[in-house]
């Protein structure tokens, strides 16, 4: 698994026990991590791959219905492509669901699965047990899926803005990279923004803060007593935003249910992606919320520094970010060398050491170290509060206003309703 240095790339994995990896690549509101609009079914029974359908409170839709919204899959409408498959930008009908004409109705990112390889399917799925039950302002939209013959899709809400990543890193739209033969080569792709356009610029200190705030309100509300569940693959490309910077989570293929009982964690075999997974995780396969919390504070130190999770451009032993940014986090004068130079003057001293010194909580070796989420969510809404109160030299950057995504995210910043998974034959 060590050899599996490469910037992105998916590894294969059994049905039942998860060994497989994946390699490295906001809420408005400041009120409790668990939103009064999010929710969660409560039965936890193991369940069928029919039963996993018929429960998921999703439109499934025919396959027809997804070629007419696509315009029968045209090249043009491609949003980007991965070891999945193909993602296309379509248009339906907000009530009826139903496929209507480009530039009118409800802006959808459908994902059609590669018919060849197992592995699909088994993260298809997954993704409709979770993404179709639960609930949650900061968790992507999944609106439906399709299983016809050999044709599986899943249709999510248009988000407009991309990933963290593109924003970060000014991503390309393919890039790949090779890895052992146990992995499968996989292609980096952007589901639901125009990547490789003009709007991905580089984020202000208070933007940046908002999209760290609302992706820890999502991470707070999987933990939580109601939901229970572990993410397992918290990463800059996984975290979506809408036209108004509000982060969502997606990608729920590697996600599991946390221990019951009075186990403390889940045994599993190790999947997650290289340069963000907790190291106890990848070393003994025990499985905790403290591993995302781990995995949440490599994100941090991407947002804060501008710098990949795993960069072989940097000199040996500092291709990991933890690694590189160790020194100048256990160092209050050196802190502020590692920040991003491209947020510089924006940020008060005294803002830059705390949101520092929460990032080296959370990769903590020692996971007992770690916050919790809830605790996460408190810390960076106070960084906010002060950081608006007092303000910072230089004020916050303008973001530039994409015209093209104005108008296309529809939810307005309303919660959208889905549930929350019962216990599968997917989590074992």
């Not at 100048?328 to 003057?345: A, C, F, N, P, W």
Request: glycine share 8%.
């Amino acid at each position: 698994m060590g050899s599996c240095l490469s910037a992105r790339i998916k590894a294969e994995s059994p049905l039942h026990i998860g060994l497989s990896f994946k390699s490295a690549r906001d809420g408005n509101d400041k009120g409790n991590s668990i939103s009064k609009s999010s929710s969660v079914s409560t039965p936890r029974t193991p369940r069928t791959e029919g039963e996993i359908l018929q429960s998921s409170n999703l439109k499934n839709f025919t396959y027809n219905d997804l070629k007419t919204a696509t315009r029968n899959f045209r090249p043009d409408s491609v949003l980007g492509e991965g070891g999945f498959g193909s993602v296309f930008k379509g248009w339906v009908d907000e009530q009826s669901f139903a496929a209507t004409k480009p530039g009118t109705g409800l802006v959808i990112a459908v994902k059609r699965l590669n018919q060849e390889g197992f592995q699909g399917h088994r993260e298809w799925l997954t993704e409709i047990d979770y993404l179709g039950q639960l609930h949650h302002p900061n968790l992507v939209r999944l609106i439906g899926f399709c299983l016809e013959d050999e044709h599986r899709l899943l249709v999510y809400e248009f988000m407009p803005r991309g990933s963290l990543e593109n924003h970060l890193f000014r991503s390309k739209l393919f890039t790949y990279s090779t890895c052992i033969p146990t992995c499968l080569l996989r292609f980096s792709f952007y589901l639901f923004g125009a990547s490789g356009s003009a709007h991905f610029q580089p984020l202000s200190w208070s933007l940046r803060l908002k999209v760290a705030l609302g992706a820890a309100k999502g991470l707070a509300f999987l933990h939580s007593e109601e939901a229970k569940v572990i993410y397992r693959d918290f990463k800059s490309s996984n975290i979506l935003l809408d036209s108004d910077y509000n982060a969502k989570l997606s990608d729920f293929g590697l996600a599991k249910d946390g221990p019951t009982g009075d186990r403390s964690y889940v045994s599993t075999r190790v999947m997650g992606t290289y340069g963000y997974a907790a190291p106890e995780y990848m070393i003994t396969g025990h499985l905790t919320a403290k591993s995302d919390v781990y995995s949440f504070g490599v994100v941090l130190l991407e947002i804060l520094s501008g710098k990949r999770a795993i960069d072989k451009n940097r000199p040996s032993g500092e291709h990991s970010l933890v690694e590189w940014a160790k020194p100048y986090l256990t160092s209050k004068r050196r802190v502020l060398q590692m920040l991003d130079t491209r947020i510089e003057g924006q940020y008060s001293t005294a803002g830059a050491l705390k949101a520092a010194k929460l990032a080296i909580q959370c990769i903590s070796t020692e996971p007992k170290l770690r916050p919790n989420m809830n605790s996460v969510v408190k810390a960076l809404e106070q960084l906010q509060d002060s950081s608006e109160t007092s303000g910072a030299k230089g004020g916050p950057i303008t973001e530039p206003v994409d015209k093209s995504s104005q108008g296309s995210d529809t939810t307005n910043n309303k919660a959208v309703s889905y549930p929350r998974p019962s216990a599968s034959i997917l989590n074992l």
